[in-house]
């Protein structure tokens, strides 16, 4: 049996909205990674096996390898289809706010957001939630969004509602947000709930494979540069740094979800308990933190790059040069020493 983990009034009041609802909208944050896709197709499922309207919509495009999900082509990017993505937002009565904990994560889709008339759900695991929304349902001590999503359905007396189609779903959110169960998986309710899921008929090997093993050449042509040309180890601190410019990523074709997993792959080099990639966008600088044992990286990302997350996996963003950028982040590592164990 899992652990019980949510608030009994919190529970009653999400039943109303869904019970209340017939046009359901879920947002997630900008640049959606496998947690925000999946606990939405999962949520989104569930809503539409219950006879609601439901639209996923995303601010921008989201990485390949997580387009073989169940109705990912019903998703509506806002970038491709503004006006429709917001007359949606406007026209919702329940707006589910899903893997984020704060408006600015959705960027241009903030606004509609905050000025929507709809009552609106936060679902979310990360770090200080903000009071965006009327109900904040929050539990940073979980792997995923994802997990989330199921537990809440279990809570919700629908388990029986769980299909194929959200069980892939939900299992995919959870696997990537640990990186394939390698961090930050350790409890074992974890493996109940891949256990139930594995009952509902999914293929967890077909989906490892759909997520890690099927790239694209120009993908494997930039990880072995990146590795050759752009990592740098700063050996006294156990770190290490990988780079890539606009204009390198533009030479080998970049396409969203190309670098995914490029922050992990220093942290299989004997000694290393914290990487960190910082990657060029046209809008600046995205920043991406692991770390292994203790090193809290979402500290890192807090002080220095207007980030957070987990204590092991966080992101930030830096509106400066790649050298400016570069700087700030070897000032951080002469300031809260990774390798020091006083942190």
């Known amino acids: 049996m899992l652990t019980r983990i949510f608030d009994e009034k919190k529970l009653q009041k999400l039943q109303a909205y869904i019970d209340r609802g017939e046009n359901f909208v879920l947002v997630t944050h900008v640049s ?20 609601n309207n439901a639209t996923v ?22 970038d491709q289809h503004q006006e429709y993505a917001e007359r949606l937002i406007r026209e919702a009565d329940v707006i589910f706010c899903m893997d984020f904990n704060e408006s600015k994560r959705l960027c241009k889709l903030a606004p509609f957001v905050e000025a929507a008339d709809a009552r609106k759900v936060m679902i979310d695991h990360h770090l200080n939630p903000t009071e965006l929304c009327d109900l904040v349902i929050s539990h940073p001590e979980m792997t995923s969004t994802s997990e ?35 961090y930050n998986s350790n409890n074992p309710d974890l493996y109940l709930i891949i ?12 989906i490892y494979r759909n997520v890690y093993q099927v790239y694209s050449e120009s993908r494997l042509r930039l990880m072995g540069y990146t590795l050759n040309e752009k990592m740098k180890i700063y050996p006294e601190q156990k770190t290490a ?5 606009l204009s ?3 030479h080998f074709n970049y396409v969203p979800g190309d670098t995914e997993g490029f922050v992990n792959l220093p942290l299989s080099i ?27 990286c979402n500290t890192f990302a807090s002080r220095y790059f207007n980030g957070g997350g987990h204590k092991n996996a966080s992101g930030g963003d830096f509106n400066g040069t790649m050298t400016e950028t570069v700087a700030l982040f070897e000032k951080g590592l002469q300031e809260l020493h990774p390798a020091s164990g006083t942190f």
């Open 195 to 206: 256990m139930e899921l594995a009952k509902k008929g999914i293929d967890k090997d077909m």
């Open 270 to 296: 004997e000694g290393i308990m914290f990487s960190v990639f910082i990657r060029e966008n046209t809008d600046g600088m995205k920043i991406s933190l692991r770390s292994v044992g203790e090193f809290p």
């Open 148 to 182: 989330m999503v199921f537990r809440l359905l279990c809570a919700l007396k629908a388990f029986d509602d769980i299909n194929k189609d959200m069980a892939e779903c939900i299992y995919t959110g959870m696997m990537t947000d640990t990186g394939a169960f390698t």
């Open 248 to 250: 390198e990523l533009n």
């Open 57 to 78: 919509i995303v601010p921008n495009e989201f990485p390949a390898f997580l387009q073989w999900m169940p109705d990912v082509k019903n998703i509506l990017i806002h």
């Open 32 to 51: 959606p990674d496998g947690d925000a896709i999946g606990s939405s197709l999962g949520l989104y499922h569930y809503l539409t096996v219950l006879g």
């Open 241 to 245: 740094l990988i780079t890539l410019s």
